[in-house]
């Protein structure tokens, strides 16, 4: 196959064109880059006409790109071991935190429960105490039979009040020896 132009791989197109890998990807198995043929140690490598003919523009600026392992070389595809090391330390990170969470939750959880729990005694406290307010309303109610008490009773006797002193002979028309009618009168009160 002879072209003017160079070969580039998927992630060379990528870059140069300004677009993620995944996007050169589907390009080629949608068939858009006919000329694209697979290397055994760089991958697929696309003709730059095919990319032009597809309508790309070289040299645009790339978009950050997430790695697909699919979409590397099998050179590509070895990792650096300081990454290998960064991503078990961010791995781990994420696992402590993540168990800190699972904590978190528990115990949210158990004094919520406890809570629960703490109400619900309560609950049970005032419906006892109002079953026996009720009781005692019921045993202060007379029953419809019965004869109603009195409303009120002093709790001590009344205080002595002395009579009134008898009026004298002089103001009721009396004389010594009795009425002026001829009538004697009671030194007592008449009771009805």
Known sequence: MSTTRPLLTQREAATACGVSRTTIRRRREA??????????????????DDLLAAGFHLNAPAPPDE?????????????????????????????????????????????????????????????????????????LTPAPDRAALPQHTPPFPAPFVPPPAPPSPTETGETEHGPASGKRRRWWPRRD
């Open 31 to 48: 068939g858009e880059l006919p000329g694209a043929v697979l290397d055994d140690d760089r991958g697929w490598l696309i003709p730059v």
């Open 67 to 139: 790695k697909a392992v699919g979409d590397l070389a099998p050179a590509e595809r070895q990792q650096d071991p300081g990454d290998a090391d960064a991503l078990r330390t961010e791995l781990e990170r994420l696992r402590h935190e993540h168990a800190l969470a699972l904590a978190d939750e528990r115990n949210a959880r158990a004094l919520a429960e406890a809570e629960a729990r703490h109400l619900k005694a309560r609950l049970d406290e005032r419906a006892t105490h109002i079953e026996d307010l009720q009781r005692a309303l019921a045993a």
